[in-house]
């Protein structure tokens, strides 16, 4: 007997455990968990996961994103309003987060290179600490905007973060459409036809 029908005849003796565990799966799946996505192998189970995450939650006028303005590492006021027209990827990382700084070094640099020049979309990283403080960690030729948040008034207070990374994906009219909690593929299809396809 193939594994399918063996999956079938256990469901059809066992209707209301399969019931169960067909809706913690949808759960799983629904709130990006990649839970049942193991037996595929690395990209295309990180695409797979992107897909599961990528939901609709944040969409309508009441989910704008909040304003803020912050320094640049020269010092001059950037403000996140001032982006609209363009989808924003707002990047939040911290110095003291391992992996913000692998992502940092060995992903983030490739998004860059991919918007730089674009009008359509930007990616914006504010950071926890001082220019000062990061400068070194700053991979070279980095030209997207780096904005600093010491005192985390805009990462904690506006946004509610605790936790690094956390990327926002916010549309050309200021609407927040995703929320990732977690290290990103930033060169993945998926992620990369999702932000470049809101208008």
């Not at 709130?31 to 969409?59: C, W």
């Not at 983030?108 to 979309?121: H, M």
């Not at 956390?166 to 609407?175: A, H, K, N, R």
Request: with cysteine; proline share 7%.
């Amino acid at each position: 007997m193939s594994t399918g029908a063996r999956v079938r005849s256990w469901a059809q003796r066992s209707p209301a455990v399969a019931a169960s565990v067909l809706a913690f799966l949808a759960a799983a799946v629904g709130a990006g968990i990649s839970f049942g996505l193991a037996a595929l192998d690395g990209e295309k189970r990180r695409d797979a996961q992107l897909t599961a995450i990528l939901r609709p939650e944040y969409q309508g006028d009441d989910r704008l994103a909040p304003d803020f303005t912050l320094n640049d590492h020269r010092g001059r006021p950037v403000r996140l309003s001032s982006l609209r027209g363009t989808t924003v990827v707002l990047h939040f990382w911290s110095r003291d987060c391992p992996p913000c700084i692998r992502e940092l070094a060995d992903s983030l640099p490739a998004f860059d290179e991919l918007v730089r020049g674009r009008s359509d979309v930007a990616l914006v990283l504010v950071g926890t600490e001082r220019w000062e403080d990061v400068s070194a960690l700053i991979p070279q030729g980095f030209t997207s905007p780096l904005l600093f948040d010491p005192t985390r008034s805009v990462v904690a207070g506006r946004y509610g973060t605790r936790l690094f990374p956390e990327t926002w994906i916010i549309d050309p009219d200021g609407v927040i459409r995703a929320r990732f909690d977690h290290t990103l593929e930033w060169s993945s299809p998926v992620f990369v036809q999702y932000v470049t396809s809101l208008r």
